[in-house]
């Protein structure tokens, strides 16, 4: 899939689908024998900035000739045991039941009038027995449509499928048309020409129809502020509690004297719009765990974690997990002992809904999590050692986040040569290497499981 065409975001319903169980859906649906193919998913919801978002979080094979069977009316359909089975499982974990086949096609793809009529007959009764959304999804390898039920009696078309990948893959039912001029043929916009040479008219829009956020405005975070509105991106939000510090200046870019005790989500606000005049920003002068703040978090396409704080890890790796929205953790560590400097590493993480965790790699401290989230003067107070100003340096903040601005870049246009092969970035700047590493997965994990908190989507109800 990757090079697949790049499509922005669409107003409307979408289904998200976590990478690691579309390689088993695609694999299954288009195993290269032409033939048609069923199977279902069972999804969670949430609300989302375009409309519902549906969330897959398993993957349920109809086997052919068994499960999937000549139909009575058409050329094939789930066996009605399949369907009871899988629609008693929805209804006992809550979940939205989705039946998938695929049909024949590239870039288009539409539902038969066989199809819908299957749906008229079928699926007010399903939905007597889950209580839950019903969508019909049908497939081509690069397109995708959907037929939504809601309880409330209300139904509606898929506006797109989503798979968070290593490339950000968007299908539709036909490839997207734009309007207009194109970018960069001349007025304001012809200041992305030179980006377009890159992504395309498309992709341009895409970044203009993007919201993403962005956890902690330190070093590298003010950096990434700057570097996503200067590529285009339409809406920044902004997270960060603290205020400018003194020492902060060698490393904050842009940063004035002036800036001195004031907010860092005044100091990243003008630096975006410097950037980008039209950009849309929500600034948040808080922590990552406060209300609004993880709310607005779940209304993003993509979140970039800069801040090394062990609540703020918990909480972007949750609606990772739970929204299955990707994102992207970057840091730098300075070891200094008794004026002694260790190997400098600068990561970049890519974190993806049910492939790369931050509880699976360890990376949160379940005691630290604990202290990280109580009030500053408890927080002090619980540990035995004040905490001491990490050792940061502005070219290696610039290395780390080049590189997550860089990935995401090439994720949203599709530029990645693999879906799948979204291993993190390991810096050792002292001897100039660069290594891959690969993400662990705990099969009892609680957030990156079907049977944990994936695709839950926080336990919205109708």
Not at 375 to 397: I, K
Request: charged share 20%; hydrophobic share 40%.
């Amino acid at each position: 899939m990757a090079g697949s065409p790049v499509n922005p975001p669409a107003l409307g319903a979408s289904l998200t689908i976590p990478i690691h169980l579309w390689a088993r859906l695609r694999a299954h649906l288009f195993p290269g024998d032409h033939a048609g193919h069923g199977a279902a998913l069972l999804a969670g919801w949430a609300p989302g900035p375009r409309g519902l978002r549906l969330l897959a979080r398993d993957f349920i094979p109809a086997r052919d000739g068994i499960d999937y069977i000549p139909g009575e009316i058409g050329h094939h359909a789930l066996s009605a045991t399949f369907v009871r089975d899988v629609a008693l499982r929805a209804r006992n974990e809550h979940a939205a039941y989705i039946p998938v086949h695929n049909h024949g096609g590239t870039t288009a793809v539409r539902f038969s009038s066989t199809d819908l009529a299957s749906h008229q007959r079928g699926y007010p009764a399903i939905q007597q027995i889950t209580g839950t959304p019903v969508c019909a999804l049908v497939l081509t390898e690069q397109a995708a449509a959907g037929d939504l039920w809601l309880p409330d009696g209300s139904r509606s078309s898929l506006a797109e499928v989503v798979i968070p990948g290593n490339n950000l893959i968007r299908l539709r039912p036909s490839p997207e048309q734009l309007s207009g001029s194109p970018i960069g043929a001349g007025g304001p916009a012809h200041i992305y020409d030179r980006q377009v040479r890159i992504f395309g008219d498309v992709g341009q829009r895409t970044f203009q129809q993007m919201s993403v956020a962005i956890v902690g405005l330190g070093g590298i975070g003010i950096l990434l502020t700057e570097y996503l509105a200067r590529l285009g991106v339409g809406h920044l939000v902004l997270v960060d509690d603290d205020t400018v510090d003194e020492t902060n200046l060698p490393r904050l870019a842009g940063a004035r004297h002036t800036d001195v005790d004031q907010p860092k989500t005044d100091l990243a606000q003008r630096l975006a719009c410097q950037a980008h005049p039209e950009v849309r920003l929500t600034p948040l002068r808080e922590r990552a765990e406060c209300p609004r703040s993880r709310h607005e978090l779940t209304q993003c396409d993509w979140v970039f974690l800069a801040a090394d704080g062990a609540a703020a890890r918990h909480w972007v790796n949750a609606v990772v997990q739970q929204h299955l929205i990707p994102a992207t953790q970057v840091g730098v560590k300075i070891p200094v002992r008794c004026g002694v400097v260790g190997q400098i590493h600068a990561v970049t993480r890519p974190l993806l809904p049910g492939t790369n965790c931050l509880w699976c790699d360890g990376l949160i401290d379940p005691t630290e999590l604990a202290i990280d989230m109580q009030s500053p003067r408890d927080r002090d107070a619980a540990r035995y050692v004040p905490g001491v100003p990490a050792a940061s340096v502005l070219s290696l903040n610039a290395l780390a986040a080049a590189e997550a601005a860089s990935h995401f870049m090439h994720a949203v246009t599709g530029l990645h040569h693999d879906d799948t092969d979204a291993f993190s970035v390991l810096h050792r700047t002292r001897s100039r290497d660069r290594d891959p590493i690969t993400s662990r997965q705990d099969p009892g994990c609680r957030w990156c499981q079907p049977t944990g908190q994936l695709g839950s989507g926080g336990g919205h109800s109708f």
